[in-house]
């Protein structure tokens, strides 16, 4: 899957497994979400709900649990399969950044310092 | 301080070719290994402009779909008019989270909402260094640019944030910013994109800073310039896509895509200021990428002060003339063509400021 | 900034005056084919647009514009209309040798054509400025009685094919002139029509390309396959063909500082060594900001 490779250059923990709910248990100080979709091409994963959001927005540790068949092939069919089933979409793609000083990166700018996720393959 | 005081001056011009250098691999890399952000790059121009083609039609029904969601809307004219509704919607007496907005800097809001007797605050890292050193954006996107690490550091002195580096005031920043987001009345925003389809605001960023200023307050605002408003939900998430591509940011780390929620009061203030009756229409396909700036060679040298009061480069040479009036300092362009070449909505601005300089010349 | 109503209005009386924007008589100026022994009759009409004899003339005036950058006369000059740029004094200045250098390129484009077998001819009174400053001025009106009259000259003249020297009078003949005169003269820049011959050149190059050829006429990869014929050795930087870094000059008269400034910007990415290039603009403002320039009919001078 393109999209492990992609996740994990750009600094996210991409865990594999065929059961996430196992690996959740390591994660107790983290807020876990439950993807709706992602964009194969570029990682860009949604989520919906506006407490989920909310909570995304602030934890200092984001964990998504991202299933093998809700991965599409391009930005579109997954923002569109979000649609179906969920309002407030809302997407990640990465740690929270900055290069406002002199260009030099720094993560968990205001948003979560790491970000996980768990890509849960069909057994 | 004018454009000679910038040539002397040298720390934009370095900030410019530092912001320059790490960027424009990346993009080239980005369009590279993704081509379809050129198709839709296509897209979304051509889609922009027949927006642009019948405002009155599309302002409609963007506000119709939004009244229907149960947001408060509102059209305002001029900068005047949106300052003096976003006004009286927050009041005085409030704490205000602002997410960086070219277009909030257009109509001066935050400083508006500040003599109302607001705190407002810029919560992107650049906007509030810009805003803490009671200076302008350099660059649409990376406003502080023309700041060295030394200079950031004395200038959050004045907020009480200390550290020895980057990382350290970045972290300093988060914590001043923390508690203003959790006891924030009003959350502030622009907007990349805006869907009149279903009246979605998108908004795109790296740092998580726009999720919490729009997400945590009981009351929203969004404003949103005409020219942001595309067909449907997929022609907005494609401009975002571009625009982040376009900026060297791609993918970007968080996209938000704003709607009513339950909990929370939302207002949408659709701003024209210049745009409907423009003669410059073309530039409404410009989606604010910031890439012509960089590219520039005026602006290489004197950034955002090569231009009017907000907007500066070569797409602040046209957003002037459109908002404001016609910049005389166009004369300065060399008409290289560098700001066409690279932009994603294939701009003919050598061609606007040719324009400019004609109406300029005639009004002798 | 030079205030840029006073700027147009030197150049419109210049214009109307001697055709040029310096004012200065097209006959003094246009010397480079005596004694060349030109073909007065042939296929292709070598016009030069006047940019590379102009050249020395307007190196001195931008340099004496520059003192007047900054003052606080120019406000009272405009006020006044007197026009301040003493173009007698400005003749005096010249450098002699800049004439030269301009006249044996023009000679160097012309045998450069001879010898690559185009039929190619030369008539002193049909060559002239092609008014392209009107144009990126925003003149448009002044711009477009020039090139009527221009084109009409030509068209009485029976020319069909013209070959240009320089990118700027390349861009307005190609394609400005159709636009706003409807001509349908067909125009070629010399690059287009040389064919190698054994020049001898040596030298390592580094390759500015203007901005003419790299993004409005799009000749770039041309231009190389010239040079690789040719055996000329050079060197690309990041920012080439149709992504080439302006060199600044054509805003020398309105602001000699900024334009200055970027011609600094784009000889710290050339180095100041061994700098190509095909435009006289670009070989006067990167030899002002202290580069080592040579224009491409030096290197392959017949
Ligand atoms: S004009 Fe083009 S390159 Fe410049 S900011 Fe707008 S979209 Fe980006």
Same mark, same amino acid.
């Given at each position: 899957?393109?999209?492990? !490779?992609?996740?994990?250059?750009?600094?996210?923990?991409?865990?594999?497994?065929?059961?996430?709910?196992?690996?959740?248990?390591?994660?107790?100080?983290?807020?876990?979400?439950?993807?709706?979709?992602?964009?194969?091409?570029?990682?860009?994963?949604?989520?919906?709900?506006?407490?989920?959001?909310? /909570?995304?927005?602030?934890?200092?540790?984001?964990?998504?649990?991202?299933?093998?068949?809700?991965?599409?092939?391009?930005?579109?069919?997954?923002?569109?399969?979000?649609?179906?089933?969920?309002?407030?979409?809302?997407?990640?793609?990465?740690?929270?950044?900055?290069? @406002?000083?002199?260009?030099?990166?720094?993560?968990?700018?205001?948003?979560?310092?790491?970000?996980?996720?768990?890509?849960?393959?069909?057994? | 301080?004018?454009?000679?005081?910038?040539?002397?001056?040298?720390?934009?011009?370095?900030?410019?070719?530092?912001?320059?250098?790490?960027?424009?691999?990346?993009?080239?890399?980005?369009?590279?290994?993704?081509?379809?952000?050129?198709?839709?790059?296509?897209?979304?121009?051509?889609?922009?402009?027949?927006?642009?083609?019948?405002?009155?039609?599309?302002?409609?029904?963007?506000?119709?779909?939004?009244?229907?969601?149960?947001?408060?809307?509102?059209?305002?004219?001029?900068?005047?008019?949106?300052?003096?509704?976003?006004? =009286?919607?927050?009041?005085?007496?409030?704490?205000?989270?602002?997410?960086?907005?070219?277009?909030?800097? =257009?109509?001066?809001?935050?400083?508006?909402?500040?003599?109302?007797?607001?705190?407002?605050?810029?919560?992107?890292?650049?906007?509030?260094?810009?805003?803490?050193?009671?200076?302008?954006?350099?660059?649409?996107?990376?406003?502080?640019?023309?700041?060295?690490?030394?200079?950031?550091?004395?200038?959050?002195?004045?907020?009480?944030?200390?550290?020895?580096?980057?990382?350290?005031?970045?972290?300093?920043?988060?914590?001043?910013?923390?508690?203003?987001?959790?006891?924030?009345?009003?959350?502030?925003?622009?907007?990349? /994109?805006?869907?009149?389809? *279903?009246?979605?605001?998108?908004?795109?960023?790296?740092?998580?800073?726009?999720?919490?200023?729009?997400?945590?307050?009981?009351?929203?605002?969004?404003?949103?310039?005409?020219?942001?408003?595309?067909?449907?939900?997929?022609?907005?998430?494609?401009?975002?896509?571009?625009?982040?591509?376009?900026?060297?940011?791609?993918?970007?780390?968080?996209?938000?895509?704003?709607?009513?929620?339950?909990?929370?009061?939302?207002?949408?203030?659709?701003?024209?200021? +210049?745009?409907?009756?423009?003669?410059?229409?073309?530039?409404?396909?410009?989606?604010?990428?910031?890439?012509? !700036?960089?590219?520039?060679?005026?602006?290489?040298?004197? +950034?955002?002060?090569?231009?009017?009061?907000?907007?500066? +480069?070569?797409?602040?040479?046209?957003?002037?003339?459109?908002?404001?009036?016609?910049?005389?300092?166009?004369?300065?362009?060399?008409?290289?063509?560098?700001?066409?070449?690279?932009?994603?909505?294939?701009?003919?601005?050598?061609?606007?400021?040719?324009?400019?300089?004609?109406?300029?010349?005639?009004?002798? | 900034?030079?205030?840029?109503?006073?700027?147009?209005?030197?150049?419109?009386?210049?214009?109307?005056?001697?055709?040029?924007?310096?004012?200065?008589?097209?006959?003094?100026?246009?010397?480079?084919? *005596?004694?060349?022994?030109?073909?007065?009759? +042939?296929?292709?009409?070598?016009?030069?647009?006047?940019?590379?004899?102009?050249?020395?003339?307007? @190196?001195?005036? *931008?340099?004496?514009?520059?003192?007047?950058?900054?003052?606080?006369?120019?406000?009272?000059?405009?006020?006044?209309?007197?026009?301040?740029?003493?173009?007698?004094?400005?003749?005096?200045?010249?450098?002699?040798?800049?004439?030269?250098?301009?006249?044996?390129?023009?000679?160097?484009?012309?045998?450069?054509?001879?010898?690559?077998?185009?039929?190619?001819?030369?008539?002193?009174?049909?060559?002239?400025?092609?008014?392209?400053?009107?144009?990126?001025?925003?003149?448009?009106?002044?711009?477009?009685?020039?090139?009527?009259?221009?084109?009409?000259?030509?068209? @009485?003249?029976?020319?069909?094919?013209?070959?240009?020297?320089?990118?700027?009078?390349?861009?307005?003949?190609?394609?400005?002139?159709?636009?706003?005169?409807?001509?349908?003269? !067909?125009?070629?820049?010399?690059?287009?029509?040389?064919?190698?011959?054994?020049?001898?050149?040596?030298?390592?190059?580094?390759?500015?390309?203007?901005?003419?050829?790299?993004?409005?006429?799009?000749?770039?990869?041309?231009?190389?396959?010239?040079?690789?014929?040719?055996?000329?050795?050079?060197?690309?930087?990041?920012?080439?063909?149709?992504?080439?870094?302006?060199?600044?000059?054509?805003?020398?008269?309105?602001?000699?500082?900024?334009?200055?400034?970027?011609?600094?910007?784009?000889?710290? =990415?050339?180095?100041?060594?061994?700098?190509?290039?095909?435009?006289?603009?670009?070989?006067?403002?990167?030899?002002?900001?202290?580069?080592?320039?040579?224009?491409?009919?030096?290197?392959?001078?017949?």
């Amino acid at each position: 899957m393109k999209i492990i !490779q992609i996740l994990r250059s750009r600094g996210v923990e991409v865990i594999i497994t065929e059961n996430a709910r196992k690996e959740i248990e390591r994660f107790r100080d983290a807020h876990v979400s439950q993807a709706l979709s992602a964009d194969e091409r570029s990682g860009v994963i949604f989520f919906g709900g506006f407490q989920d959001k909310r /909570a995304a927005g602030l934890a200092f540790h984001h964990v998504a649990i991202l299933k093998e068949e809700d991965i599409m092939k391009d930005v579109i069919s997954a923002y569109n399969h979000a649609k179906s089933k969920s309002d407030m979409i809302f997407a990640s793609s990465s740690p929270s950044k900055s290069a @406002d000083i002199e260009g030099k990166l720094i993560f968990g700018m205001h948003g979560p310092k790491k970000f996980t996720v768990i890509v849960e393959v069909r057994k | 301080m004018n454009i000679y005081g910038a040539l002397e001056q040298g720390s934009i011009r370095e900030g410019v070719l530092r912001t320059l250098m790490n960027l424009r691999d990346v993009i080239l890399k980005t369009l590279n290994d993704h081509p379809y952000l050129l198709e839709y790059a296509d897209e979304v121009r051509n889609a922009k402009l027949r927006v642009a083609e019948d405002f009155d039609y599309w302002i409609d029904r963007s506000m119709e779909v939004l009244e229907k969601r149960g947001c408060h809307v509102y059209l305002a004219e001029n900068a005047e008019k949106a300052r003096r509704i976003a006004g =009286e919607m927050v009041g005085s007496g409030k704490t205000v989270v602002k997410a960086k907005s070219m277009v909030s800097e =257009e109509i001066r809001l935050r400083e508006y909402l500040q003599s109302l007797g607001n705190e407002v605050w810029e919560t992107d890292l650049g906007e509030f260094i810009v805003q803490v050193a009671d200076d302008r954006p350099m660059h649409m996107i990376v406003p502080a640019l023309h700041y060295s690490e030394a200079q950031v550091m004395e200038i959050l002195k004045k907020v009480g944030i200390h550290g020895r580096d980057a990382e350290e005031l970045a972290s300093g920043v988060r914590e001043f910013m923390r508690e203003k987001f959790l006891k924030a009345d009003v959350g502030v925003s622009g907007c990349n /994109a805006f869907s009149a389809e *279903t009246g979605r605001v998108f908004l795109v960023e790296n740092e998580g800073n726009i999720r919490l200023s729009t997400s945590l307050p009981e009351r929203y605002i969004a404003l949103v310039s005409i020219e942001k408003i595309l067909p449907d939900d997929d022609l907005a998430l494609k401009s975002v896509f571009v625009q982040s591509a376009y900026v060297g940011t791609f993918p970007p780390a968080y996209i938000n895509i704003n709607e009513k929620a339950d909990s929370q009061e939302m207002h949408v203030i659709f701003l024209d200021n +210049g745009r409907k009756t423009t003669e410059f229409r073309e530039h409404l396909a410009c989606i604010k990428c910031g890439r012509c !700036q960089l590219e520039c060679p005026v602006f290489q040298l004197a +950034g955002s002060l090569w231009g009017g009061e907000v907007y500066g +480069g070569p797409t602040g040479m046209v957003w002037t003339a459109i908002t404001e009036e016609i910049p005389e300092v166009c004369f300065l362009s060399t008409l290289c063509g560098k700001c066409r070449e690279v932009c994603p909505s294939d701009i003919d601005m050598p061609g606007m400021i040719r324009k400019m300089r004609e109406i300029i010349l005639k009004a002798r | 900034m030079i205030a840029p109503r006073l700027l147009s209005e030197i150049l419109e009386k210049n214009m109307k005056k001697t055709e040029n924007p310096l004012g200065l008589k097209n006959e003094r100026i246009n010397r480079w084919w *005596t004694g060349e022994g030109i073909e007065k009759d +042939g296929e292709w009409l070598f016009f030069t647009g006047m940019l590379y004899q102009l050249i020395p003339y307007m @190196d001195s005036a *931008t340099r004496y514009l520059e003192k007047l950058e900054t003052t606080k006369l120019q406000g009272v000059l405009t006020l006044s209309k007197i026009i301040p740029v003493p173009f007698s004094l400005i003749d005096s200045m010249v450098s002699h040798k800049m004439k030269k250098r301009s006249d044996r390129i023009l000679k160097g484009i012309y045998r450069a054509l001879m010898k690559s077998g185009v039929k190619v001819f030369y008539v002193p009174e049909l060559d002239t400025y092609s008014g392209i400053i009107l144009h990126d001025m925003g003149m448009e009106r002044a711009f477009r009685e020039h090139a009527e009259t221009v084109a009409e000259r030509l068209n @009485d003249a029976g020319i069909n094919r013209i070959v240009t020297a320089d990118p700027h009078t390349a861009y307005a003949l190609k394609i400005l002139y159709p636009e706003y005169t409807g001509s349908d003269i !067909q125009v070629k820049s010399y690059l287009e029509l040389v064919r190698p011959f054994n020049a001898g050149s040596d030298g390592k190059f580094v390759i500015h390309d203007p901005c003419y050829y790299g993004r409005y006429l799009r000749i770039s990869e041309k231009i190389r396959k010239v040079l690789d014929g040719f055996g000329v050795s050079y060197r690309d930087v990041k920012y080439s063909k149709n992504l080439t870094n302006c060199c600044g000059g054509p805003i020398e008269s309105i602001s000699p500082s900024v334009s200055w400034k970027i011609a600094e910007l784009r000889i710290e =990415e050339l180095g100041k060594s061994g700098i190509l290039t095909f435009c006289p603009i670009c070989l006067m403002n990167l030899s002002r900001a202290g580069g080592d320039v040579s224009d491409f009919a030096e290197v392959i001078m017949p």
